[in-house]
């Protein structure tokens, strides 16, 4: 992407968060994550991200249930499409048809959904989670840096005044339905 827009190719060193020192000064490019001679998506779903990235969300990422449903699913006791990589999460794909075939696009812009990381609420963290828990794993700080190994401890008080409300229209329209003899 920053090669089309005519800038230096992308270094783990100048990112904003840690990376491991071995990384710093690597170029990256579709081989740095991608074995160029097989380019294997599984590999460069995990062991191609932790390989540079040094943060506590990282690192936590293979004590996490996400990475135990990841392990299922690679090794053929999960469904496909059930497990978490860090891909699943931060390089979202789309699904286009296109004369009767499903494309399915990777999205490598990881800024698309990680600022602010609500972003990625509704196409990623729904997919598996409902919204008040997305939001409140969301907002819990530790929870997200230690890749989300447990239950939220943050709670977004602005869902329960919409659910309130959404029990009250319920409410009123169920009431104007079924006049009290």
Known sequence: MRLAQGLLA???????????TLAHDKSLSCTSCHDDH???????????????????????????????LWQDEVNGKGDKGSGVSCATCHLPRSTKKNDGQTDVHVEHN???????NEKMVRDICMQCH?????LDALADQALVKNN?????????????????RLRLKAERKNMAGNPAP
Request: aromatic share 8%.
């Open 148 to 164: 989300f190994n447990g239950k939220p401890k943050e709670h977004v008080k602005s869902l329960d005044m919409a659910e309130q």
């Open 130 to 134: 409902g919204l008040g828990f997305s």
């Open 38 to 68: 097989a380019f294997d998506t599984r590999q460069a779903a995990v062991e191609s991200c932790i390989g540079c990235h040094d943060d506590n969300h990282s690192k936590s990422y293979k004590q996490s249930a996400h990475f135990r």
């Open 10 to 20: 992308m270094k783990p060193g100048i990112a904003r968060s840690p990376m491991k």
């Open 110 to 116: 990881q800024s698309m959904n990680l600022r602010p």
